[in-house]
């Protein structure tokens, strides 16, 4: 199993840079949760360990975004690859055809998009219903693999979700 820190360097060291690529750390957020999201149906078992919480802006691995959080709002830089810490992971073909699927059909779309698609699907949004109080920018609720797994189980790989109702 992996980390979601090592799940986030193959989508950045996957990126065309030299066609201009970039990615922001909203949109590497959700490439993460879907990538999660559906190994967990394809697969029975999860990518990686670490906690996926519903944050204000959609699904968020908080060990993801202290990584990112200070700067490369607009994108994240190549360069920023380079830490041993975060080292991108010998991967399966089976698993990089996987991400590669990923990054196909969820990578082409914005951060907004994303942030607009995942936050009207059910996992995220019982999550932030049964966040305790105010509902904050920052949530410890989490998003669980039962939710997400019952939930995108439901559904074509790929698929744009039903309006969902809790």
Known sequence: MYTAN???SWFLMHLDADAGDTI???KLQKLIYYAQA???VMYDEPLF???IE???HGPTVPSVYKRFKDEFREGIPFEALYNEEYDCPKLSIELEDFLKDIQFRYGEHSA???ENLVCRELPWRKARRNAAGAIPDYSLAEITRESMKAYYSNLKYGQQPRTATI
């Open 54 to 56: 519903a944050w204000g």
């Open 112 to 114: 907004r998009f994303l």
């Open 38 to 40: 559906w190994h967990l």
């Open 6 to 8: 090592q799940i986030a």
């Open 49 to 51: 360990e670490d906690r």
């Open 24 to 26: 922001s750390p909203m």
